[in-house]
């Protein structure tokens, strides 16, 4: 698959709103990219949240080769991985975004599966 270096600008605002809306609790969900653009987001069956953690049914996944990667909300303004976002960067998905509290367009990064911070250009 063509690496994932752009997000569609409605899917993004579709994550800051869902973000906003859950808090303070997380929220997770699972990227779909098409020709190297992030352009859904799939909300698994099963997916726990609370104001700490939230936990993806990864084996409710479809077969999707379309899928790229995690997308998930901190309650907190930090938009760093922590050590359990980390291991599940390595187990699943090239690209992962994290969207922090207030949840506005200068509070999400986005990061490879080493976890190294990554530049996704806004397009649409």
């Known amino acids: 698959m063509k690496t994932v270096d752009k997000i569609d600008r409605e899917v993004l605002d579709f994550i800051l709103a869902v ?6 609790k997380e929220f997770a969900g699972v990227l779909r990219a098409k020709g190297g653009v992030i ?8 997916t726990l949240s609370s104001e700490e953690s939230a936990v993806l049914r990864l084996h409710m996944l479809p077969i999707d080769p ?13 938009a760093s991985p922590s050590g359990d ?17 207030p949840y506005d ?3 999400w990064k986005a990061y490879n599966h080493r976890g190294e911070e990554v530049i996704l250009k806004i397009v649409g």
């Open 19 to 24: 973000s906003r809306s859950s808090y303070p």
């Open 85 to 101: 976002d980390l291991l599940l960067f390595t187990k699943f998905g090239r690209i992962h975004i994290i969207t922090a509290f």
């Open 105 to 107: 367009e200068k509070s």
């Open 66 to 78: 379309s899928a790229c990667g995690t997308v998930h909300s901190h309650p907190s303004p930090a």
């Open 39 to 46: 352009k859904e987001v799939l909300v698994l069956p099963g």
